[in-house]
């Protein structure tokens, strides 16, 4: 008897082991699993990037049962993925063209933004007038000491051409005409930033909530992109940032544009980079 209840006891142990193991399985695919199941996809514009993945930090720790994934690609990338259906909400950093303006898409406004000229820190030029600035991105001006500068050859850094960035710098600054082809073209803010730090005869644009001590920002036709010449509109580049859904907005994506367009967050996170639209 003892011989035979080993055997029973033997021949059961694989059953055993694959029930213990399917059973931690389904404990671990649970504790990595979004139980709700409700997620809240946004693509699009690296300029909204930081605010919207800190806003969607904020929604998530208070609405346990939503995920809001984030990612950048530029705001051309945000357009085209809230116009497929692919994303809720595609965030952008510039006006809809012509041809996007036929894809049903309806815009949320959630701040107002600048573009700033970057500089090196070691360049001793403070400024340039708006058409200075368009000359040397066309390639017009092509040496430092045109505009007041040492005698050394410009350095243009130049974003790629799915941002939304170079787009409202292109439409406010060149009037959409042409950039000179030579330029170095950079995929996002921090990388102009960091190239432009590192090269003493380069220049760039990045958006105001973005500047830092690594850089220098020059004044426009005399006037310093601040925040209070923003908010004034004294400064001269200004743009609107956007929220873009696919016909009037619903359910999740409604109530996270509401949420990003509450007091609260437009003045603890919109504000930190940017100018509200809400006060």
């Known amino acids: 008897m003892r011989q035979t209840r080993r055997r029973i006891a033997l021949g059961s142990a694989p059953l055993v082991v694959l029930l213990l193991l399917a059973s931690l399985a389904t404990g671990l695919a649970g504790c990595g699993r979004n139980e709700a199941g409700e997620t809240i996809t946004i693509t699009g514009s690296t300029t909204l990037l930081t605010m919207t993945e800190e806003a969607a930090r904020m929604y998530e720790e208070e609405h346990p049962g939503v995920r809001v994934l984030v990612q950048g690609g530029g705001s051309s990338a945000g357009i085209e993925a809230v116009a497929t259906g ?29 573009i700033a000229l970057i500089v090196n820190r070691g360049n001793p030029v403070e400024g340039l007038t708006k058409d200075e600035a368009a000359a040397m991105f066309m390639g017009r001006i092509a040496n430092w000491s045109r505009v007041g500068g040492k005698r050394q050859n410009v350095v243009l850094v130049n974003r790629d051409e799915a941002s939304g960035t170079r787009e409202a710098f292109s439409k406010e600054v060149l009037n959409e005409q042409a950039f000179d082809r030579y330029a170095v073209i950079l995929p996002g803010t921090g990388q ?23 850089v220098k920002a020059l004044a426009l036709d005399g006037v310093a992109p601040t925040r209070q010449n ?13 929220y873009f859904t696919k016909g009037p907005a619903t359910g999740l994506a409604k109530d996270f544009i509401d949420f990003v367009l509450s007091p609260r967050v437009q003045k603890e996170i919109v504000g930190v980079e940017f100018i509200p639209v809400r006060e």
Not at 192 to 205: D, F, H, L, M, Q
């Open 192 to 214: 102009v930033r960091s190239v432009v730090s590192e090269a003493e005869a380069a220049i760039g644009y990045i958006s105001v909530g973005f500047l830092t001590d690594e």
């Open 86 to 114: 692919t994303s809720d909400i595609g965030t952008s950093s510039r006006d809809l063209k012509d041809d996007e303006n036929k894809l049903g898409l309806i815009d949320t406004p959630v701040a107002i933004d600048a």
């Open 230 to 242: 923003v908010k004034a509109k004294r400064y001269g580049v200004q743009r609107t940032l956007h």
